[in-house]
């Protein structure tokens, strides 16, 4: 037993500083594509959304004026419009992408001579999710996750979030056998026929007040399953989801990002604003 | 007045037996004889205290035979086995009269009124006993008319066999008992206890082949490992009222007799009497305690529990003849104390415990602890009443099986004052085992009581659970009140204990110490006395706040600081949650993982809970644990499988068996000479007639 | 194996490479069928209804020593057929699978009932179209769980909602206090109908869906998938995409493996052991999202050659990770098996007895831990695989700490091929056009990280997906782990089972 912690210690710290202000993007792999709107042309538009596999990219209009959408809820990053059309869509490896309300994943740009992001009506109230968060689980979290019906490749990055790298006991965060102790649910995968029961009945287990998170675009959007003949959908179709996190799976930082986000211990991923072009690329 | 009461009880004892004969005619005779019952045995309780209180008398009966007359005389000694089958058959006699419609028809029920009231008063006579002969007839009374209760249900499997049993080891007894009191000379005639005890001589020699008599005479009615046999046999199956009877108060007259004969009539013990009525008391409690824990019948495991709680009886005399022979009279009296404390409210709380077994069976037709669960919701005073006992027994402070358990491992600890270290080393390895019974014990109730009345219920029969007629609750009621009033008061129970040892040990200020009288000597227990204040000095003056082992810098508790301190927890605690606790609690199945709904299937078994001691003392239970399926085709397609996993009670299977396999065979010998042809009887009588002719 | 199938009296035509066809009548399905399956491998079997048309059943196997594989088709005249459970126990639960999916019954099946648990039967009108001699279905037949009896038993459920971050599944333990009498397991909890879902999609669509059957076994499934599709049109893969793709195939096992290793260090408890494993688990994570833009692989695939061809930077840089990965797996694993009480508590746990692991056809680590000797990289070899050494490592121990062994050896194996791979890579050449779509059916197969994966994909006209079946590793390796649980293990005992045998139910509930 000694010689194991001699070998822990050797190891030293790996951590990562997530969510301090300057994180390196260690994990190599993107967590969301990021749209150069001032770049984007009509033929571009029309072509990426013919390419998207998911619907994440579609598009309306002519040559001349036109509105393209980008829903990062169900895009299952395969990579085909960075892949080429490089100079509009930019693969971006900082994991802060949850976000607290589902209309926030969606981008929309119209393309004429100046191209513009448009303005999203906002739906659930966001300000008193906040505020319910913000009373109770600031400090402490304890997460009830439930595989609804995932591929299980966000619980394989569920399960490295509470190895050395993520380590999320250091942020207050745990992940608790029954519902009873729950604050969160955490669901993954699209929400198969079968586990419609056991989700909802998770969710009836849990005491007030409680949270959700959709986790992946599958728990998002319905993902690459949405419309199967088993599916019911979406988790927001069943249940009221507080905080959505985009990804297949989300990479760790994406899942620390989507929690901390229930904590109200960090904001809302950052809109699509003018300044912001290539970041980490 | 010591003995008029003694009549009154034992003629309302009569009259109660002979309504209960009327039940035969017209049902209402029932009721009638549980009044008469109740009322003798509060007769009963009214002699114990006219004794406790010093009234003594002695009275030859009428009635002469050639061993003598019949003698009885109130004692100290008997008067607190009295005051016990006076509480208890009070309480049982209002249980019967709504319990026995359960056990069948008019002649059954007759005869269980009748024959309980007569046990009763045998066993008042026993106590009253003040001859050998008086003791042995009473004595013989007690265990026929048991054996006829025992049998009562005689058409259920295994009822005669168990009956059969305990009658056969009775005769066992009985006959070491005889032996023992015809060894000393006490079956002559005019011989009494008294003038006995005055001149106890026998040879060191004789009298220690009498105490072995004695020990083996009394050890099988008081479940002595390895005569304990008819105990686990005869309790699950005699109705409930009878094994409430047989081990409040039947098992207690075995110690009465114990302590009568050994530490009265034999004059000095030697040491060695000691260590092996110890060693015998601590392996009867641990055995058991541990058989207590695995037996998947609710009756069976009161049994064994009642196995134990009389080793530790055993044991305290055996340690209470240890002092004494190693001339510690204070601390031997101290630990007869505790056997005589310990017999009583062993007494009180098992027949309570019992009649809650009784309780359960009338409400669901069965004591399979895998079968019960969910009963405190569907008989909340039933499992009040049964909380209290199994408490007490488990040894919970502040209820009494705790305040004895304790005395008696604080007396094991004063052994230092012992001169050899072999003789420390003794008692400290039984003080360990007996502590080990005693955690062992409380796990064993933890295991009963949630078993059978906590979770939901595991069968049908459960699941349809009424509570009892009130007549019953009101019988467990006044056993169980007797306990947490004994336990709370502690002055009733060690002062009648303490009587009763005096005067068998002739110590003076023994009540004082064990129970010092903190509020009249404030400067000398300025500890207790400052913690009691003035409230308690009002309430309990005197003796009965603290109980010491002997000496007050040794040890002390008080059951009434723990009392209170509890209940400030409790109330504490409570009124934390509802201060601080918010919003309305919801309520909800039990959380078994989503997929399907909670069933009672998927609670943890009374049989489950055990598996670690089953694991632990794998040794002793022979555990052995089969699995067989039915499948079609191969094997991979089970479709059904059954498990088995059995203890193998080593006694029974490695000392009975052999030896009632042999007494078959030496019979099967015999029967040869049984032809059963007329002729052959006939020469069998002629040639008797003609050896005797010779031989004259 | 064109040998045996004429010995058995059915005439195969060629498939695609290395893959006979064989059409066999359905009346006679049950001598031929049978015979075939007792004589070789039965690797697959299932059922395919379309509208209007009668049922289909469709038996993949495979004889070891034979590169090929033998297909055998049979129309069914109505929604029945002779069950081949007698002959071999591997049919049992693909004929329940028919049985649930498309009402077709397997007539003397022992245990004729549903695999999976609740409705999970497709809806729709595939299923009406065949299921005419099937029954109505008023009323699901109740799954078939055994009844346990005995003094003191109850049942121990576990999930589908379990107590950490894992995959639902639902367990029913009967136990008599510690003991495990009988483990009952319900699966089909997040059935999906993946290959519903992809019907009638181009194949480039169907490589993502083939990547989220599982992610334990992504880009096994994909290039399995990706394979079939190219055996159908008869594409060819550049030698640096052959290379790109074994060296992800073989990275994909590298990080499950450590994976499960480093499950069954925590199962038994040892936290610091899990957080090595964990560390080099995400080191590997993070080398293939440096590769491949992510971290499990996804989108690295196109059908005939790779999306993606790590550069010579990349290549140097993960050679000098696998090197470091090597001496670390050497030191973690010489810990591990000094460490008693990992060694003890893997030491007979659930014992899988060979014989059982023949029966039901085994595959991957789990077969190779009970003596079955079967690898497709080396049995029928792709990719690059006939470019580097390797051995398959074979135990028949059977137990948890055999299962051990042979993924720690194999992980071993799996750096070795990395190593190779990369000090042998190829120029890169343009890759050549792919041909054109066009309809047919072939078979595409990988050693995915928990064995075997086999896909019989069927193209229609437009090059579209028309049927596509996928048989992933824990569809076979499920099976046998209720057995398992079961012999003689204790409740505290499952972690260690579960971890060691690594199975996906996602990979099961497609």
Redesign the interface.
Known sequence: MSRWILRGLRSGIRTTRFPSPTPPYEEGASSTVRLQWQRLSAPDALAAAQMCPSGAIQAQGTEVEGELTYDAGRCIMCGRCARHLPQVFLPVKDGRVAVRQRSSLVTRVGWSAANRPLPLELGRAAEEVRQRAVRIFRHSLHIRH?DAGSCNGCESELQMLTGPYADLHRLGIFFTP???HADVLLVTGVVTVNME???M??Y??M??PKLVIAAGVCAVSGGSFAGGPVTRGPVDRLLPVDVHIPGCPPTPQAMLHGLLLAMNRAEDRPGPEPEEVADGA | MALELLAAALACYAVASLLGLGVLWWRGFAELSAAAGFVAGLLGVGTAAVWLGGGRGVLLLPVSTPLGGFTVAATPLAATFVLLTGVVSSGLSLFTAGYTPHVGGALRQACVHSLLNITFAAVILVLAAANALTFLVAWETMVIATYVLVTVEFDRPGRPQAAFLMLALSKLGFIAIAGGFAAMGALRSGVSFATLARHPAPGAGLASIVFLLFLIGFGVKAGLVPLQGWLTEAHPAAPANVSAALSGVVVAVAIYGLVLTVLTLLGPPSAWWGYLTLGAGVITALYGVLFSLVV?NFKRMLAYSTIENLGFMIAMVGLALVFISSHQPLLGAAALVVAILHALYHGLLKSTAFMGAGCIDVATHGLDL?RLGGLARRMRWSTLLFFVAAMGLAGIPPLNGFQTEWLGLQMLIRSRILATPESRLYLAGAGLLLTLTFALATTAYVRVFGGAFLGAPRSREARQAREVPWTMRLGMFVTAAAAVVTALVPAIGIGAAVTSASAVTRVPQLLNALLPPIFLKPQQFALPARLGGTFLSQILPGNGVVITPTSFNYAFISPPYILLSLLAVIGLTAGAIHLLGR?EP?R?DP??????SF?P????????????F??TFGRVFRDR?T?A?E????P??????????RVVEPVETYLYRPVVLAARQLSARFGVIQGGNVGLYLLYVVAVFVILLLIH | MMAIATAVGLSAHSGARNEWVVDCPASELAPRLRRLVEELTLVDLFATTAKGSRPRLTAVLDAPGDPAWLVVHCDLPEAAFPSL??VS?AA?WYERDILEMHKVMPQGH??PYPLR?GKSGEPGPKRAGGAAGAGDDSGQRPK?R?????????????????SGPQESQ?FSF??????I??TDI?LG?KFRSVERIAEGRAPADVILLAERIAASSCFANALAFSRAVERVIGAEVTPSEQFTRTLLAELERAYNHLGVIGRLAEATGLQVAAAQFSLMRERALRASGRLTGHRYLRGALRIGGTEVVPPEGDRVWLRSEVEAWRSQALRLRHLLEGTSTFVDRLDTTAYLDPGYAAEHNLVGPVGRASGIDSDLRRDHPYGAYSAVEFVVPLLSLGDAKARYTVHVMELEQTLGVLLQLLDRWPHAQPPAPLPKLRSGSALGWAEAPGGATVHLVTLDEGGRVARWRARPPAVVNWHPFA?ACASGNNLTDFPVIEASFGLASAEFDR
């Open positions: 439930v029954t519902p009873r029961r056991p989700l009945e998770t009836a287990a005491p007030e | 998947p895998d919003g919801m909800r959380w078994v993982g989503g997929g399907s069933r299937s998927m609670q943890y078994t009374a049989t489950g809970f055990t598996n670690l089953r694991s644990r699995v399926q499948y079609h085709q191969s991979y397609y089970a479709h059904s499988v059954s498990y088995e996993r | 459970s007698a126990h049992s022992p245990a648990q078939q055994p009844a346990v009896t005995g003094q003191g038993v109850f049942e121990l459920p576990l999930g589908p909602v379990r639902g009967f136990s008599g206090g510690e003991d009498v009988v319900t909890f057995h």
